[in-house]
Every structure is written in structure tokens, then in C-alpha cells.
């Protein structure tokens, strides 16, 4: 009996090791380099190292950086999703679709569009030279704080919207029906209704600002400022390299995020309620004045404006210019750029090296995360705990953080396994990265199965391996194909994993641009941002187009 379990439990064992290799070893070696000096333990060596006042500057800059761009993000998110969620205007489902367009948007891709814009001589200046320098005092924190929020502000709005609308009309009229005002109503029934999705959001927004590399590092570096991320790539890649201080920086973010994710469980399991159930509800409406109207579609447009149409303005514009010099003139226009990209071997050659590690890197997270659903579903206690929870746990922590962790670890076993400076290395990172997106959208896909189904399967005589092909796998793979498409999306852009750990003289579409903006060839280096935008947009809609048609089905 106990060889029969053992034999059941073994898949699984394998399963955690790999998981445990891949990802919690690299998290480990990141705490041992703090505080292991030439093979000793010395935890003074790490506490100098953080305690440092360069340091000490860099946490500071980046938890006032997180505060303000959570502040910016709800002043901008709020009024959107309580439009959207309680007015007429949220008929219009098109306007979903166009809010999540910041989001996959690469964020050094719509700062670079920021910086064209801005700019001395920028795009802004020439389309109004009446203003003079005005544009150029973008250049400050809260400039910074600007472009950070408009990338991560969706993921505030959406959740918001999707709690206001859950939110029975009924009591709010119960407070009204009691002489409560609308200030009244808001303060006592809205707000606290609505504290822990904030919660939630406001938290994602935290820590996704606190691991945003791509904005400080094209923003932040011009006006001087920098964060935990931008410190750990230096700290990294430029000599003399000090994997010790890159390594302390990344246990302080590490815990400071676990502490976020504690405040916000804290905060959460206190101020939720459920306002679902076997009842029908309606969602309440607030009716728009004429007045009310105009001024809604004008936050509106501004917000899409600032958000999208700055952006993109500029980046098109850019990769269709001639000779930057004259800028917005009549006949300096071109699509030479297009065709040098599309020729020239170097750029054709990172087009496809991203091809292939977001195809790749999707594949093989699909196999992983589905056999890691499959095996949590089936075990018990700590087996099941310490599967779910190390398959999710690089969803918890800064990207930048495991990318130094697999450095340190493969580098340190190299004689052992020579993948390090290899595309493999680059395949794994991604791997580790986007894992939970997988195990995420395969879940769900899972609990929309019924358990008798499967159980006829058995019933009639199938093995578990057919039950699995023959009724698992068809229910279960939009999910997967979801979670592939999702990974594709965002590991062709990948900026961090590529600029740290890529094979010398490797360039993928990510790296690419930032050396053509930074060498000079910035409409070259905007083409590819459009011909990137483009590829994950082609992706997006085709995946839109195969969930709809299978939905009909």
C-alpha cells in the first residue's frame, strides 16, 4: 500500500522540485548573496549595504514613488470607473476594450512616447510653439508620476467598476428612504462596501509601481531619479558590478511587497461583504443632466487622450519622420524606417529571437501550469499548499528580483548545468516569470467542470489518461489557450529579463528600441515600437476572435 502511494505521490514530488529549482532556489541565493560574504555569514555586510545613503535614498524615492502613483492612479481610475459602473455611458462596452489599450501598451514604449512629446524641440512645441518651453517642465517627479499611473490605472479602474456594479441598487435606497443625503450615502454605505476591492487594487498598483523597470529607467534616469529597479539593473550590469548591494536592494523590495501583501489580507478580511447571492439584485443608475453628459465625455476623452492619444501621437509620428530636424512639416514624412527594419538582418533577427522565446516560453508554461493544476487538484495538505503556493509565488514578488536570483543561481551551478548566457536561460526566466498566468486561467477553466462528468468517464470503463483527453483537456483548453496567449503577449515585449541576462550581442525587439532611442535612431527605434504594438495587437484580436467563435459553438 505504502509503494502505491508512494508511486501515486511521485509525479508530484518531481513537479515540486522542478518548481522548487526554478524558483524558489534562485529566490534563496538572492537573500544568501545579502548576507554571505566570501563564504561566511556576515549579516553586517548587508545591513552596511542597505544602510547606505545612496540606498537609504533609493527606498525612500521608491515608496514615495508608489504612494503618489496609487494617489494619481485613483484620481484618475475612481470617477472613470463610477462612470462606466453607474451611469448610461457604461453601455458602451467599446469603451472597455479602449481602457485596457494602457495597459498593453509596454510602459517604456508610452514613456518614450512621453519623452518625444515633451521634449526641447519636442512634438508638443511644434505643433504649439506659442507655449515656448512650457512642455519641457514635464520633466520632474511628477511627471514621472503622470506616465507611471496612466499605464497602471486600469487595473484600479476595472476592479472598481466590477465592485460598484455589484452593489445592489436596493441600499442606497434604503439610505435615501432614511433622509440619508448622497454625501451621507457615500460615506456610509458606498465607501465601506467598496474599502476592500480599493484595497486590492491600490496594493496592485503599489507593488507593480515599485517593480516597474522600463519608466524610471527611460524617465526616471533623465531627471535624475532613481528606484529600487533601476539600482539593482545598475548595480548588476555596470562596472565594477556589485552583485552584494544588487542583491540586498532586492530583499528589501522583496520585503517590503510580503508586508503590502499582509497589510492588504489584514485589510481585506475585515472590510468584505458579500453582496451576491441566490437573490436578484439590480444595479443602481445615476441619471445624467444634460450638463452632467457633456462634462462625463469630456473626462472621458481627456482620460484617453493623456492616456492613449499622447503615446501613440508620438510614437507614429516619430517612425514616419524623415529627417528629425524639421519634425511636423509638410513632405518629412516616410515609411523608410518600415523598410530598413524589415531589410536590415540585426532588427529582423531580434523580431524573430522574440518570436521564439514568447512562443516558447508560452508552450512551455502551458505544459507546466496545467500539470501543476492537474497535481493540485489531486493531492492533499502540505503536497497540495506547497504546489499552489510555489507556482503562484512569482506572481507575489518584483520581476526583477527572480531575474537576479536566476543569474546568481545558474551562474553559481554553471559548471554543473552551462546554461547561463545562453537563449535557455532566457527561455527559463520567462518561464518563472509568467508560470502563474497559466496555473490562474487553468484553474478557473477547472471550476466550471463538473466532477460528474469525470466521474462517468470513470464509470464507463476510461483510464485516466483517456478521461483526461477525451473530457479534461477539451474543457479545459480555452483556459490553456488563454493563458498562452496571455504570456505570448507580454513576454514579446520583455524589457528587465532581456536587458539583464540576454547573451552578449543578442537583441530582442525590447532591447532594440532602447538602444536605437538611446543611440540617436529614434525613428528607427519607433518603428519597431509600432511594429511591436502591432504583432501583440494582431495576437489580441485573434484571440478575441477564437474565444467568441468557440463561445457560439
Known amino acids: 500500500m505504502r509503494q502505491l502511494n508512494l508511486k501515486k505521490k511521485l509525479p508530484q514530488m518531481i513537479l515540486l522540485l522542478l518548481l522548487i529549482g ?9 537573500f544568501a548573496k545579502a548576507v554571505i560574504v566570501d563564504g561566511r555569514l556576515d549579516l553586517y555586510h548587508g545591513w552596511q549595504a542597505i544602510a547606505d545613503a545612496e540606498n537609504i535614498e533609493t527606498v525612500c524615492n521608491s515608496l514615495l514613488l508608489g504612494i503618489c502613483v496609487v494617489a494619481c492612479s485613483s484620481v484618475i481610475a475612481l470617477p472613470t470607473a463610477f462612470l462606466l459602473a453607474r451611469t448610461s455611458i457604461g453601455k458602451h462596452r467599446w469603451l472597455d476594450i479602449v481602457f485596457m489599450v494602457p495597459f498593453m501598451t509596454p510602459p517604456y514604449i508610452a514613456s518614450m512616447g512621453w519623452i518625444l512629446f515633451m521634449q526641447k524641440r519636442g512634438l508638443f512645441q511644434q505643433l504649439f510653439p506659442a507655449t515656448g518651453s512650457w512642455s519641457e517642465g514635464f520633466f520632474c517627479f511628477g511627471g514621472l508620476v503622470l506616465v507611471m499611473s496612466l499605464h497602471v490605472f486600469p487595473f484600479l479602474m476595472t476592479m472598481m467598476k466590477n465592485a460598484m456594479q455589484n452593489i445592489p441598487a436596493s441600499l442606497e435606497e434604503s439610505g435615501a428612504v432614511f433622509g440619508a443625503g448622497a454625501g451621507k450615502r457615500l460615506r456610509k454605505i458606498l465607501a465601506p462596501l ?3 476591492n ?3 487594487g491600490a496594493l496592485l498598483v503599489f507593488v507593480k509601481t515599485l517593480s516597474e523597470y ?6 526616471g534616469r533623465r531627471i535624475g531619479f532613481y528606484v529600487f529597479t533601476t539600482d539593482i539593473h545598475r548595480y548588476a550590469t555596470t562596472a565594477p558590478i556589485d552583485f552584494g548591494r544588487s542583491a540586498s536592494l532586492s530583499s528589501i523590495l522583496v520585503c517590503i511587497c510580503m508586508a503590502m501583501w499582509l497589510m ?12 451576491i447571492n441566490g437573490k436578484g439584485s439590480r444595479q443602481a443608475r445615476s441619471n445624467l443632466s444634460r450638463a452632467g453628459k457633456i462634462g462625463a465625455w469630456l473626462w472621458i476623452a481627456l482620460v484617453l487622450l493623456i492616456a492613449i492619444g499622447v503615446p501613440y501621437f508620438s510614437i507614429i509620428a516619430t517612425s514616419l519622420i524623415k529627417l528629425r530636424g524639421y519634425g511636423l512639416a509638410a513632405g518629412n514624412f516616410t515609411l523608410e524606417h518600415y523598410q530598413e527594419l524589415l ?7 531580434s523580431i524573430g529571437k522574440s518570436l521564439f522565446l514568447a512562443v516558447s516560453s508560452a508552450t512551455i508554461c502551458s505544459v507546466i501550469g496545467t500539470a501543476v493544476v492537474i497535481a493540485v487538484r489531486k493531492s492533499k495538505g502540505f503536497m497540495k499548499k506547497m504546489l499552489e503556493g510555489m507556482s503562484l509565488l512569482p506572481e507575489m514578488l518584483p520581476s526583477i528580483v527572480l531575474i537576479i536570483g536566476i543569474m546568481l543561481f545558474w551562474n553559481a551551478i554553471y559548471k554543473v548545468l552551462p546554461l547561463y548566457n545562453t537563449m535557455g536561460i532566457m527561455v527559463l526566466a520567462y518561464v518563472v516569470l509568467y508560470l502563474p498566468y497559466t496555473v490562474q486561467y487553468v484553474t478557473s477553466a477547472f471550476t466550471q467542470i463538473s466532477g460528474s462528468l469525470l466521474e462517468a468517464g470513470r464509470t464507463f470503463g476510461g483510464s485516466p489518461g483517456y478521461v483526461f483527453r477525451r473530457i479534461t483537456l477539451p474543457m479545459i483548453s480555452q483556459g490553456i489557450f488563454a493563458g498562452w496567449m496571455m504570456i505570448f503577449i507580454i513576454a514579446f515585449r520583455e524589457l528587465v529579463t532581456a536587458s539583464l541576462i540576454a547573451p552578449p550581442n543578442t537583441l530582442v525587439v525590447s532591447t532594440y528600441i532602447n538602444r536605437e532611442f538611446e543611440q540617436g535612431s529614434v525613428s528607427l527605434g519607433m518603428a519597431m515600437a509600432v511594429l511591436c504594438v502591432l504583432i501583440t495587437t494582431t495576437a489580441l484580436l485573434i484571440f478575441n476572435a477564437v474565444t467568441r467563435k468557440r463561445s457560439e459553438v
Not at 492588504?264 to 453582496?275: C, G
Not at 531589410?343 to 533577427?349: E, R
Request: proline residues 8%; hydrophobic residues 40%; aromatic residues 8%.
Open 214 to 219: 522600463g519608466t524610471p529607467y527611460t524617465l
Open 194 to 196: 467598496l474599502t476592500s
Open 264 to 275: 492588504q489580507n489584514a485589510i481585506t478580511s475585515r472590510t468584505s461583504y458579500q453582496l
Open 198 to 200: 480599493y484595497a486590492i
Open 343 to 349: 531589410t536590415t538582418p540585426k532588427a529582423l533577427a
Open 22 to 30: 526554478m524558483i524558489l532556489c534562485p529566490l534563496v541565493t538572492v
